[in-house]
T-cell receptor
Framework: GEDVEQSLFLSVREGDSSVINCTYT??????LYWYKQEPGAGLQLLTY?????DMKQDQRLTVLLNKKDKHLSLRIADTQTGDSAIYFC???????????FGSGTRLSIRP | DAGVIQSPRHEVTEMGQEVTLRCKPI?????LFWYRQTMMRGLELLIY????????DSGMPEDRFSAKMPNASFSTLKIQPSEPRDSAVYFC?????????????FGQGTRLTVV
């Protein structure tokens, strides 16, 4: 079945770039998402990419997609303390199918 | 729109009791998802509906769990009888129909504690 995997933890120094990686198994994935969860809150969409794209940039966020290796990454430039959260990678095969999430990567920021 | 609304926000119940979690999706959304989040297992998809019809319930842990969507604006997730291992945060999410960017919009979650 479909599976999405992420590393559980990432620690970076404030001001550095953070890179969160994700792999997925469903080769028919059409939509790939990055969500952010702050403590005690629900998940909020950060950005998304369609499977026919290689890269998407949105201010400090850069998403890279390697469809051949089924690898997705999220780069956060100039990481700030407010970026501390859990980041989830998710994939959806089609607009009517289920959305599968990874286990989430907890990003912590060192001063 | 107020977003996806879940109730209650917190629920504490005794083992063996019935628990009902409620969700109101965003108006116009036709897909609805129930997820469970725990430290050990991360975010698990329990069940999802399209146009009020359950499409995939393979993530429902066991027969003690049931979900319904009687109309486009309301869904329930019921646990009967509840057990301590059901303690988790339960999220409801909804998404737009075919043809749009179909991201899921999440509610604030219901934190369930079974003692």
């Amino acid at each position: 079945g479909e599976d999405v995997e992420q590393s559980l933890f990432l620690s970076v120094r404030e001001g550095d770039s953070s890179v969160i990686n994700c792999t997925y198994t469903d080769s028919s994935s059409t939509y790939l998402y990055w969500y952010k969860q702050e403590p005690g809150a629900g998940l909020q969409l950060l950005t998304y990419i369609f499977s026919n794209m290689d890269m998407k940039q949105d201010q400090r966020l850069t998403v890279l997609l390697n469809k051949k290796d089924k690898h997705l990454s999220l780069r956060i430039a100039d990481t700030q303390t407010g970026d501390s959260a859990i980041y989830f990678c998710a994939e959806r095969g089609s607009s009517a199918s289920k959305i599968i999430f990874g286990s989430g990567t907890r990003l912590s920021i060192r001063p | 729109d107020a977003g996806v609304i879940q109730s209650p926000r917190h629920e504490v119940t005794e083992m063996g009791q019935e628990v009902t979690l409620r969700c109101k999706p965003i108006s116009g959304h036709n897909s609805l998802f129930w997820y469970r989040q725990t430290m050990m297992r991360g975010l698990e998809l329990l069940i999802y509906f399209n146009n009020n019809v359950p499409i995939d319930d393979s993530g429902m842990p066991e027969d003690r769990f049931s979900a319904k969507m009687p109309n486009a604006s309301f869904s329930t997730l019921k646990i009967q009888p509840s057990e301590p291992r059901d303690s988790a945060v339960y999220f409801c999410a909804s998404s737009l129909p075919t043809g749009y960017n179909t991201e899921a919009f999440f509610g604030q979650g219901t934190r369930l504690t079974v003692v």
